[in-house]
Every structure is written in C-alpha cells, then in structure tokens.
C-alpha cells in the first residue's frame, strides 16, 4: 500500500493526469459526441426525473440514428416539451432571429439504456481488477461508522452508485468488477461526509471523485482510467479541474483523511 503522508503530492498527480487527458484526441472526441445532446431548460429536466429519475443521456429517436444507436423494440419515450417556431417572413429563412415562438408541443425522447448501436467515445473506463485486500467491506464497516448503510444491488439506467442522505443509504453497482466497486463506494463515502447540503453538483462530484482518486491509490488501486475523465467532465476540462482541486483541496483532505483513519497505512500519518 502506498503510505505516501502528503496527499497533496497524489492531487498533483490527479491534476497532471487530467491535463494530459483534457490535449488529448479521446477527449475531443468524447467533446464531439457530446455536443451532439441537447441541454435541457429545468422544467424539462424536471419532467425527465419524473418519468425516469435514473436517465443519464437523452436524445430523440433520430438523433439517436445519427449517433449510430436505434431505439430498442417496445421502449417507453420520455415525454418533454419543445417550442413550435415560426419564421416572421419567407425571405428571412436563414436569420433565427426572424423566428417566433408560438407555443409549445410534446415531443418524445428517449435515455441511452434504451437504445442499442455503436458505443459512444467515452473518457471514464471502469476499473476491472480484484479487491484482494477485503477493500469493500470494511469499507462498508466505515460507511456504518458514520450511520449509513450500503446496499449491494442492480441500479437501473446504468448508474455506478448513489448516496442518500434523507434515507441514511448508499447503494453501489453489484455487476460491476470489484474494483469499480471499491472506488464507486469510497465516491460515495466522500458524498456522505461532505455533502449533506451542497448547491453544486459539479463541484460535489469533483469532490468526491477527487477523494476517491486519492483513497484508492493509498489502498493500492490505481483509479487513474475512470477518475481523470470523470472529474474533467464535471469540471469542464484541464485548468477548470486544477482550480476547482485547488479550491477544494480541503475538502478533498479532509474527507480522504476520514475514510483512511480507518486503515492501517504504514506508520504514516495522514494527512488532513
């Protein structure tokens, strides 16, 4: 196990490996694909929570098609609202400025678990390694430590884990590989020791993944392959993510500081 006391040295290593990821062609690729997916005013979102609260990227039927996925035989559409827009004069076809909006009208649209096709670039790959160590129960034993429970199940709409303040609850992915599901928990940890009241979703996950990344590299997993995408995609990209680490950093010691006072690391102490 790595028993490195400055902790500071691993969020470096955190920060570089995001860099090289956010100059790289995986990452404009990742970007192109994803630039393909509308952004969706908050009643919409609130209507696609409604209907499918586990829905992580949606898109229309042809959409779909152009991202080289069809929708699966029998699947239910998720049903939003668009704008019906009218253009002010024949000879203006081309100046969207010229267009009008005169009402709304539903239209369906549908999450990737409900379609089949071409894989997506993506830029967080899953861990598939051991958890030789016994990692992920006594994991769960610090989880108890602090008054949650981990429930090992199936989530629907892909989801790796959750965590669930009002319930005391953190659910983690039983399919995924042991690994995966070491780092999915100690993600979840971080949540539920910093975030029982937060107004930034981003700046949560940052947090979270960004102790996690440092956790499991303590414990002897490398989380490298999953925690560069994922902390750049909430980020926004390479100098995003080392402001937001560097704004964060106490945050980040303090909750990893929490989670490895419950393992022996070496004589080391760890740092806060």
Request: aromatic content about 8%.
């Amino acid at each position: 196990m790595t028993t490195t006391s400055d902790r500071s040295e691993l969020l470096d290593a955190l920060t570089e490996g995001i860099s090289k990821l956010t100059t790289s062609d995986e990452w404009q690729r990742y970007l192109d694909c994803q630039s393909r997916f509308y952004h969706y005013s908050s009643n919409n979102v609130m209507l696609i929570l409604t209907q499918r609260h586990e829905a992580t990227q949606i898109a229309g039927f042809n959409a779909w098609k152009k991202l080289g996925r069809f929708v699966k035989k029998g699947e239910k559409a998720i049903w939003i609202v668009a704008p019906m827009r009218y253009k002010v004069a024949d000879d203006q076809k081309n100046d969207d400025e010229q267009q009008v909006i005169r009402g709304f009208k539903w239209v369906p649209v549908f999450d990737i678990s409900s379609t089949d096709g071409e894989e997506l670039p993506r830029v967080c790959h899953k861990l598939a390694g051991d958890d030789p160590n016994g990692l992920f129960d006594r994991l769960t034993a610090v989880a108890d430590s602090i008054g949650f429970h981990v429930e090992n199940v199936e989530i629907p709409g892909g989801a790796n884990g959750d965590c669930t303040y009002s319930e005391k609850r953190i659910r983690v992915e039983v399919t995924n590989a042991p690994a995966q599901r070491v780092k999915t928990l100690v993600h979840e940890l971080a949540h539920a020791l910093l975030h029982e009241n937060f107004k930034d979703r981003a700046l949560a996950e940052l947090e979270a993944e960004s102790t996690a990344f440092i956790v499991c590299k303590v414990l002897g997993i490398d989380s490298s392959d999953y925690s560069f995408g994922y902390v750049a995609n909430w980020a926004g990209g390479g100098e995003q993510a080392t402001a937001g680490i560097t704004a964060s950093c106490q945050n980040i010691q303090k909750a990893a500081a929490t989670i490895l006072g419950h393992f022996e690391v070496g004589d080391q102490e760890v740092a806060a």
